[in-house]
């Protein structure tokens, strides 16, 4: 008869639990309901995206709720500040040969180097005052990573390179590394003033913020 199902191709009307179960996750799994799940990231954004906003929105509006977001703030504020003052991070330096230093092998560093510029001035020894005070600030910024430093790279270099990322010091710069080419090479006299011109010149260029954070200055 036109529009009755034969008996046997009737499915059952009260299939038992265990058949009924079957039959569901069978179905579940067809390719149309797994592609509709969420991602293990999507679960996982969801979870990182909820725990963000109960720390942003606290819900009782005390202190203590807003604790966690002071944090972080706090920790924001300080990663913001440091990179403007010291530069972003580039590279690990761990394998990085810093021994040379202007034609000698010199593995010190800029701490190491003022100590001893400090030592020399307080013994009257402007000569070795001035070149290690002029090495510390060198190596103050290759560690900064401001200015890169080479086996090749002269004073005179050095300079050119720290003057792209200090502009208003590119002046003394210059001059301090023509006082460190005459003491170290052409044997000049060095003098208090000198010292005090570089360490000052150190100094400044410790706290100051370089106009360049986005590449280092490859010296020649």
Known sequence: MIGILPLDDTPPLHPGRDEAYDWLVRE??????????????????????????????????????????????????????????????????????????????????????????????QAGDWETAVLEIFRALARGLDERTLVTVLPGTTAGGFASAAASAFPPHAARLRSAASVFDSVRYLEGGATAEQYEALAALDGELAHATPRIHDAEVATP
């Open 28 to 121: 579940l799994s067809k390719p149309e309901y797994t592609a509709a799940q969420p991602s293990l990231i999507d679960r996982i954004a969801s979870a990182v995206r909820e725990w963000f906003l109960s720390l942003v929105v606290p819900g009782d509006g005390t202190f203590a709720a807003w604790v966690p977001v002071i944090i972080v703030v706090l920790i924001a504020a300080a990663v913001v500040a440091a990179i403007l003052i010291w530069g972003v991070p580039r590279r690990n330096r761990a394998g990085r040969n810093t021994a040379a230093l202007f034609g000698d092998d010199d593995t010190r560093t800029a701490h190491e180097l003022r100590t001893h510029a400090r030592q020399a001035a």
